[in-house]
């Protein structure tokens, strides 16, 4: 059973930072892609960001330009760093991993909360 274990949400006021981490339970070099979905209560769980296998890189829109997907296979993690964060950012940020047969592994999600 793969475990994807994310971290690094927390409170933070607009326009901060924060870098969230996703370690999966076996090398990130099994997977096409690895990325970032977000959900709200009452609404659907929204694609974020993934970066594949080969380090190509995409975003929805409304984070284009603030926030960067990327990893580091010696320590077998993949970052999402979210800068100039707004307060429709908050949301519990959810990593997956994307085998090539098309099955996705979820983490546990870690709320991000973007408040004055």
């Known amino acids: 059973q793969v475990q994807l274990v994310g971290s690094g949400g927390g409170l933070v006021q607009p326009g901060g930072s924060l870098r969230l981490s996703c370690v999966p339970s076996r090398s990130i070099l099994n997977y096409a892609a690895m990325g970032w979905y977000r959900q709200v209560p009452g609404k659907q769980r929204e694609w974020v960001a993934h970066?594949?296998?080969?380090?190509?890189?995409n975003y929805v829109d409304s984070v284009k330009g603030r926030f960067t997907i990327s990893r580091d296979n010696f320590k077998n993690t993949v970052y999402l760093q979210m800068n100039s964060l707004k307060p429709e950012d908050t949301a519990v940020y959810y990593c997956y991993a994307l085998e090539i047969s098309g099955y996705k592994y979820w983490g546990q999600g870690t709320q991000v909360t973007v408040s004055s």
């Open positions: 970066i594949t296998s080969g380090e190509r890189t």
